[in-house]
């Protein structure tokens, strides 16, 4: 009976994930990035060298709660996760190797979306008397478009809640990381637990405890702990994972011109994947493009709440700041990892989830496998962890601006978060990745909204603070 109801539930999350991620929410994310990108000039590519100075780079004098850098890396921690590692490789089964093309695509035009965000999160940022910043897409809706649209900025902040704890907050993370940690230590299943009808490694249950855990207790810290955290951690992370990513890719160098062309042929007439499902063209910009937003989060209005919290006096400055984030995340490594995917032809062996980068790296690097494994794990293991304190605090904001501040409100949400944690491994992976679409998408819409109402004063502040600074 109970194997029946998870089937119905599946069934209908994977229809409503079609439904809202079809192709009029493609088109408007990506008319949204090309808009920007047209008006501000080429942004991403004149001032990426700058951009990528201010990252490391703090601004003196700024109010804010965290560094210019620390504000980054709490954002960093947030779409620096499974993304990168499972979004892309489910993206590659799902829609074949040119899911990665239309996925850079986005990324590039997002570098402009992303912009943006940052830049209107510390022009409508509210600062109170003891210091206390709070910003993003529900002020700047708020703030910049006029009250009689604070019903938009609402409908923002709900959803926004919803993906902290249903989406890419929670149970993608924790589903990601119980997935690879099983995948090591028990790959065969042969300690097993029977949970409401369903059999579970210990090595599952194991790490949700570990996990649950853990989050909680740098979840209660608050923002500061979570950004101080993230400062170490990504970093980090983000080199290591890069560094073995680049070994596949140079110890295959020949096989790279050939890996391009097949991404990007696949791009614009699709390609037979395994179990005769067809990827044509449409799919593979459906995938590519919805596990690029789940990665990097462009136009979808999180990073901006963390930009806000900056210690920072130009808007400008901080959209630059911002605008590194995706180019890291998608641009650099989400390349790296869907590379690794092509060149050693994972993505078309039947495997699901994880298990497809993790053969990418047991297959690609001139290392024994069991360790090759390890350190995917490993990378797994920490960018999720990240992610899921980055989201907590995302959630956090948006139950603030929705509840007038209320602080009981706020604490209630942190052990519903922790909850959330507790069961995400016990869900199925397709519809953990299918319900984080659908709250991207509901999450999207209104700051897209407001990112083409408010552009400009995007516009604006950039050629000022240009004109100024030249």
């Known amino acids: 009976m109970l194997a029946e109801v998870f089937?119905?539930?599946?069934?209908?999350?994977?229809?409503?994930?079609?439904?809202?991620?079809?192709?009029?929410?493609?088109i408007l994310i990506l008319t949204t990035g090309i808009y920007l990108t047209v008006r501000l000039g080429l942004l991403q590519v004149r001032h990426l060298g700058k951009a990528l100075k201010f990252m490391v780079k703090n601004e003196e004098g700024g109010e804010g709660e965290v560094s210019s850098f620390g504000a980054l890396c709490t954002a960093l921690s947030a779409?620096?996760?499974?993304?990168?590692?499972?979004?892309?490789?489910?993206?590659?089964?799902?829609?074949?190797?040119?899911?990665?093309?239309?996925?850079?695509?986005?990324?590039?035009?997002?570098?402009?979306?992303?912009?943006?965000?940052?830049?209107?999160?510390?022009?409508?940022?509210?600062?109170?008397?003891?210091?206390h910043v709070l910003g993003g897409p529900f002020y700047y809706i708020e703030n910049g478009m006029g009250k009689?649209?604070?019903?938009?900025?609402?409908?923002?902040?709900?959803?926004?809640?919803?993906?902290?704890?249903?989406?890419?907050?929670?149970?993608?993370?924790?589903?990601?990381?119980?997935?690879?940690?099983?995948?090591?230590?028990?790959?065969?299943?042969?300690?097993?637990?029977?949970?409401?009808?369903?059999?579970?490694s210990?090595?599952?249950?194991?790490?949700?405890?570990?996990?649950?855990l853990v989050v909680g207790l740098v979840v209660i810290g608050g923002l500061k702990r979570i950004a101080k955290v993230s400062e170490v951690v990504v970093p980090f992370m983000a080199v290591l994972y890069f560094a073995f990513a680049l070994i596949i890719i140079l110890t295959h160098i020949r096989e790279?011109?050939?890996?391009?062309?097949?991404?990007?042929?696949?791009?614009?007439?699709?390609?037979?994947?395994?179990?005769?499902?067809?990827?044509?063209?449409?799919?593979?910009?459906?995938?590519?493009?919805?596990?690029?937003?789940?990665?990097?989060?462009?136009?979808?209005?999180?990073?901006p709440i963390a930009a806000a919290a900056a210690q920072t006096k130009e808007p400008v400055r901080q959209g630059l700041v911002t605008m590194t984030g995706t180019f890291i995340d998608t641009i650099i490594i989400c390349t790296m990892t869907g590379l690794s995917i092509v060149i050693t032809g994972t993505w078309n062996t039947g495997l699901e989830g994880v298990d497809i980068t993790s053969a990418a790296f047991q297959q690609g690097l001139p290392f024994p496998a069991q360790f090759s494994a390890f350190i995917l794990m490993l990378c797994l293991v920490f960018f999720a962890f990240t992610t899921i304190l980055g989201w907590d605090y995302y959630g956090e904001r948006c139950l603030e601006y929705l509840s007038n501040r209320n602080m009981k409100?706020?604490?209630?949400?942190?052990?519903?978060?922790?909850?959330?944690?507790?069961?995400?491994?016990?869900?199925?992976?397709?519809?953990?990745?299918?319900?984080?679409?659908?709250?991207?998408?509901?999450?999207?819409?209104?700051?897209?909204?407001?990112?083409?109402?408010?552009?400009?004063?995007?516009?604006?502040?950039?050629?000022?603070?240009?004109a100024k600074y030249k």
């Open 7 to 26: 089937s119905a539930v599946d069934k209908f999350i994977t229809w409503f994930d079609d439904v809202v991620w079809g192709l009029p929410l493609i």
């Open 148 to 200: 009689k649209w604070s019903w938009l900025a609402k409908l923002f902040a709900f959803f926004g809640m919803c993906v902290g704890l249903f989406g890419i907050g929670t149970f993608t993370q924790v589903n990601g990381i119980a997935t690879a940690t099983t995948s090591f230590f028990d790959p065969e299943k042969a300690y097993a637990i029977s949970i409401l009808g369903r059999s579970y």
């Open 409 to 466: 409100a706020v604490k209630t949400y942190r052990w519903l978060y922790i909850l959330a944690v507790f069961i995400g491994p016990y869900m199925t992976v397709a519809a953990v990745w299918n319900i984080a679409d659908i709250f991207n998408a509901l999450m999207a819409l209104p700051n897209l909204v407001a990112l083409i109402v408010l552009s400009g004063v995007v516009a604006k502040e950039t050629k000022e603070y240009f």
């Open 79 to 131: 779409t620096i996760g499974t993304g990168n590692i499972v979004g892309v490789a489910t993206a590659l089964f799902q829609g074949g190797p040119g899911a990665l093309f239309w996925m850079i695509v986005a990324a590039f035009f997002g570098m402009a979306t992303k912009y943006a965000e940052g830049l209107l999160a510390v022009k409508y940022r509210t600062i109170d008397a003891e210091g």
């Open 256 to 303: 790279v011109p050939t890996a391009i062309v097949t991404i990007v042929k696949s791009a614009f007439n699709g390609s037979a994947l395994s179990g005769g499902v067809m990827g044509t063209m449409i799919i593979a910009m459906q995938k590519g493009i919805a596990r690029g937003i789940f990665s990097n989060e462009a136009g979808l209005g999180s990073a």
């Open 202 to 212: 210990w090595a599952t249950v194991i790490t949700c405890l570990i996990l649950t």
